[in-house]
């Protein structure tokens, strides 16, 4: 019995596919960079385990973007817009 499909009609179908899928919008594209909790961290003054602690802990910080199973990432405007919000606020 002969197969439906060959490993090269596969690949051809497989190129052909990747070729015509529309390019997916970096989040980055609108300007908007994504920065590591390092980077964050860094911009905010504090330290990348602090922030990290806050974002685990549920305690008031930044919105956090998940990237995988361990990404995690930070808009640069939604820090500094966080970071105004408290000034403020106090």
């Given at each position: 019995m002969r197969p439906i499909f060959t490993?090269?009609?596969i690949s051809a179908?497989?190129?052909r596919l990747v070729a015509s899928a529309p390019a997916s919008p970096s989040p980055v594209a609108s300007g908007d960079e994504l920065l590591d909790t390092a980077a964050a961290a860094a911009l905010l003054g504090i330290s990348p385990s602090t922030l990290a602690?806050?974002?685990s802990d549920?305690?008031?910080c930044p919105p956090?973007?998940?990237l995988g199973r361990r990404a995690i990432r930070y808009?640069?405007?939604a820090v500094l817009t966080w970071a105004a919000s408290l000034e403020r606020a106090s």
């Open positions: 490993l090269d009609s179908e497989l190129e602690h806050w974002r549920g305690l008031p956090a973007v998940r808009r640069r405007e």
